[in-house]
């Protein structure tokens, strides 16, 4: 049996080389004596020229007859030409049809509903296979960021309780003779873990029951957390800086062709790397916005359309905090300087792309705590727990959260965060 090389090495080769590669027919066509068959394995596509003249008849029929998608094996020789993907080619002297397939049910200018009813195959997509490769250096990178700062990785329960981001959005569960709930978030079990370990990280799925059905929303995401004893807002801000900063260098030290496939142009991404990402509070952005003709009244989140709106002033991700104290969710603590505030921020995406990380200083106050609670119509008895850590030494401590999905969906410059993840669930589809 031969060596295998990738494509991506194949195409490295120099004239007359011999090689051997594998992978899954991508496009082909025959006339006559000749079948020009276009051959795609994870790392790229590679044409092959198959001659009647020079294979074996069963060799030249399946090189003629296979269909797209049909897993083949090929030896030949490497020719130059600048016709060809890469500028090379293979002169086939074998090619071996490991499995015909049958006709392919995904073919050009499919509807977006046929492409996600057949999921499973269009992952095979090149566009959804760059976008894992990236996929795949983002949350690489997320644990490389976390435990060179001396953060411990730790697991909460995706079975919850209670919630942590609002009771309307909770996936409720069958548990044995009671009902619980699929994890919101797991900041809760987070503040838990600070107290012994300091610093904590993960990343989890995450579920929240929005019935939302835009381009920005899923039903299930990813969640990169992060919980710090001794932190404060503006430490956790910039740290927040920081990660996004080492995940995009990260994608960009390794897949700029992958980002060219996706049409996404590198340069301003990299140019976002040697510039400073600023900070305003929630009332600038207001001031912002007024000033380019969108007044909201304070205490008003800002929606996609203020977000979008804000961010033509920037050129770089901006980090907004102290939002309106009124509108945030029960641990996050006003300001003691400006009651109306909350010790809180998201950082907002340049082009349109929304929030993608949210987070804040966590309130210590057990009294604060429990009246928030009361007015999200809680039972306290459920968060005992929770206030136990306020009762038995507890410290100034924040958090953030990244959305995976949303990170990727920026990086990438994709028009829906469907197609970030493999399996996307939304309010309208559980499968495949």
């Keep these: 049996m031969p060596a295998y090389d990738k494509i991506s090495q194949a195409l490295q080769k120099s004239e007359g080389d011999d090689v051997a590669i594998r992978g899954w027919i991508y496009r082909t066509r025959s006339s006559g004596g000749l079948a020009f068959v276009v051959v795609r394995d994870e790392s790229g596509i590679m044409q092959v020229i198959a001659e009647q003249s020079s294979l074996p008849d069963e060799d030249f029929e399946g090189a003629k007859n296979a269909l797209i ?6 030896e030949g020789i490497i020719h130059e030409d600048k016709r060809a993907p890469g500028g090379r080619e293979i002169h086939a002297t074998r090619f071996h049809v490991v499995d015909f397939a049958e006709d392919f049910p995904i073919t050009e ?5 046929h492409l996600l009813d057949n999921r499973h195959l269009w992952l095979r997509s090149r566009k959804l296979t760059a976008i894992m490769k990236i996929r795949h250096t983002l949350t690489g990178a997320i644990h490389a960021f976390f435990r060179s700062h001396g953060f411990y990785e730790f697991h909460p329960p995706i079975l919850q309780p ?5 009771g309307s959005t909770l996936f409720e569960v069958d548990y044995y003779d009671d ?3 699929l994890s919101q978030s797991w900041q809760l079990y987070a503040e838990a873990a600070v107290f012994a370990l300091e610093r904590v990280y993960d990343m989890a799925p995450t579920f929240r029951a929005e019935k939302s059905k ?10 990169a957390e992060m919980e710090a004893a001794w932190m404060d807002l503006y430490k956790v801000t910039e740290m927040a800086k920081e990660e996004i900063k080492y995940i995009l260098q990260q994608v960009l030290a390794t897949h700029e062709k992958d980002l060219e496939e996706l049409g996404r142009d590198p340069a301003p991404l990299r140019a976002m790397l040697d510039k400073e990402w600023p900070t305003i509070k929630y009332r600038r952005a207001l001031e912002i916005l007024h000033e380019r003709g969108v007044d909201i009244e304070f205490g008003k989140d800002l929606r996609t359309i203020e977000e979008k709106e804000l961010m033509k002033e920037f050129d770089t991700p901006v980090v907004v905090t102290h939002y309106p104290k009124e509108t945030m969710a029960f641990y996050k603590p006003a300001d003691p300087e400006q009651p109306d505030e ?10 349109g792309y929304g929030e993608i990380v949210g987070g804040s200083q966590r ?3 057990v009294d604060e705590l429990i009246e928030a609670l009361e007015q ?6 459920n968060y005992q727990w929770y206030l136990d850590l306020r009762r038995y030494g507890s410290v100034p401590h924040s958090g953030y959260g990244v959305g995976v999905e949303r990170v990727i969906a920026w990086i990438c410059g994709l028009d829906n965060i469907k197609d970030t993840i493999p399996f996307p669930r939304t309010v309208t589809r559980k499968g495949p």
């Design 109 to 113: 200018d499919q509807s977006v509903e």
């Design 162 to 166: 209670g919630q942590c981001e609002g």
């Design 69 to 74: 998608e049909s897993s083949v094996q090929v």
């Design 363 to 365: 309130s210590t106050d």
């Design 214 to 223: 835009t381009s920005r929303h899923l039903s299930e995401f990813w969640m």
């Design 342 to 351: 909350a010790l809180c921020f998201d950082m907002i995406a340049p082009e």
């Design 179 to 181: 009902v619980t709930y």
């Design 376 to 381: 999200e119509g809680e039972d306290i008895e």
